[in-house]
């Protein structure tokens, strides 16, 4: 596939999965850490705007000068933005004049791209790419979250599914040794995937299965969000402060737990994945079955054993730089590195990462309270 072609299909596609949208969805925001869809489609735009056409393009004219200010993320390069708490407080511009914003700064590329520009550009176009990509994905967190607390639980059209686990799990043995870690491909990846290096292992057994909603429901009957024991000072805290019984999106009626998903309300299937857990309650989880969470080394070194990408796994590796890591210069460099504290890391994919997103050296990061993302537990022996 072509790099225009890889750039259409891509923008196309949050076009597509938005259809299904009300015009009143667009600009909610519920939670601080939930950006409405509206600011996604427009900070996905105006990335391409700000560091490939306002860069590269000879006489570009700027769509809206305003919307750098209104869609910058977190850029401290790129100068002022609207502080994250307040993305939901937008209600101009319109959602029709976002998409009229994608379509100017898609002709833009589109007509860009036929100019053979230099491989530095493209590179950035390709950042860009995945940078959208991976919004396509929180879009899926942020809807989720938007629709899912509202009295009536309303769905929007999606094709995010959990599989049913089937069989028992078995555990796999990773042999002691010293193995490589890290991004050696040659292909995309982002900067915190390489200074590949070398890490020992101790012997140790990986369940070839995620925890499914049938073993996270027995921890919860045996009283586990009740015993202090086997939480995280902090994690206890959490869940105490926040009054937190269960997954996200659990609610128990009539005896039974039910639980929202993009198909709307429904019991919960005791044979899917558990989902939306805190690294708290995977924690807490592990020790009540008196085992732990895979490392991340553990889990890349592992993962060609299994199959993944239901849900983004918890692992019990804090968010760091390998060695040599290196940013780059500018605005581009604060994409990754300046988020090296107080988070964790997740490995593998989830169903609403976008098809060819991942790879086994990916590492997807957030604080150790986030739940609205889809995430999951897989345990280590």
């Known amino acids: 596939m072509t790099l225009k072609d890889s750039y259409l299909n891509t923008r196309q596609r949050f076009v597509t999965i938005c259809k299904s949208l009300k015009t009143e969805d667009y600009s909610v925001q519920p939670k601080i850490f939930v950006s409405p869809p509206k600011w996604h489609l427009a900070h996905s735009t105006w990335f391409f705007e700000q560091f490939v056409l306002s860069e590269f393009k000879k006489d570009y004219k700027i769509f809206d000068e305003d919307f750098a200010y209104l869609f910058n993320s977190y850029y401290n390069n790129a100068g002022k933005r609207v502080l994250r708490p307040n993305r939901g407080l937008m209600t101009r511009p319109t959602v029709d004049e976002v998409y009229q914003y994608r379509k ?10 036929n100019q053979n520009p230099s491989e530095k550009a493209k590179e950035i176009i ?3 790419i995945q940078h959208e990509q991976q919004h396509q994905e929180l879009f899926y967190y942020d809807i989720k979250y938007i629709l899912g607390n509202q009295p009536t639980f309303p769905t929007v059209e999606n094709n ?20 490589d870690i890290g991004h050696k491909e040659n292909a995309f990846c982002y900067d915190n995937e390489l200074g590949r290096h070398k890490v020992f292992l101790h012997e ?15 921890f919860i009957e045996a009283g586990g969000y009740q015993d202090f024991n086997l939480w995280h000072a902090e994690g206890w805290d959490f869940i105490k402060q926040n009054e937190i019984e269960a997954p996200e999106y659990w609610h128990k009626v009539d005896g039974k737990w039910h639980q929202y998903t993009l198909q709307g309300f429904q019991e919960v299937n005791l044979k899917e994945p558990v989902s939306h857990l805190s690294l708290y309650e995977a924690y807490a989880y592990a ?14 070194v592992a993962s060609k054993q299994f199959d993944y990408g239901q849900l983004w796994e918890w692992t019990n590796s804090a968010y760091l730089p390998y060695p040599n ?15 090296m504290i107080n988070q964790m890391v997740l490995r593998g994919a989830s169903i609403a990462t976008v098809d060819n997103h991942s790879r086994l050296t990916y590492r997807n ?17």
């Open 204 to 218: 140790f057994e990986i369940s070839d299965q995620l925890v499914t909603n049938e073993d996270y429901i027995k």
């Open 104 to 113: 100017y700064v898609d002709e833009q590329i589109v007509d860009f791209l």
């Open 160 to 179: 995010i599914h959990l599989a049913e686990i089937e069989q028992p799990s078995k555990w796999l043995k990773v042999n002691e040794g010293i193995y």
């Open 126 to 128: 390709e950042l860009g």
């Open 365 to 381: 990061f957030f604080h150790p309270e986030m739940r609205w993302q889809f995430s999951g537990i897989r345990l280590v022996k």
């Open 325 to 339: 890591f290196s940013k780059a210069p500018g605005a581009l460099g604060e994409y990754n590195g300046k988020f």
């Open 287 to 300: 020790e009540w079955k008196q085992m732990r969470l895979p490392t991340e080394f553990e889990w890349e």
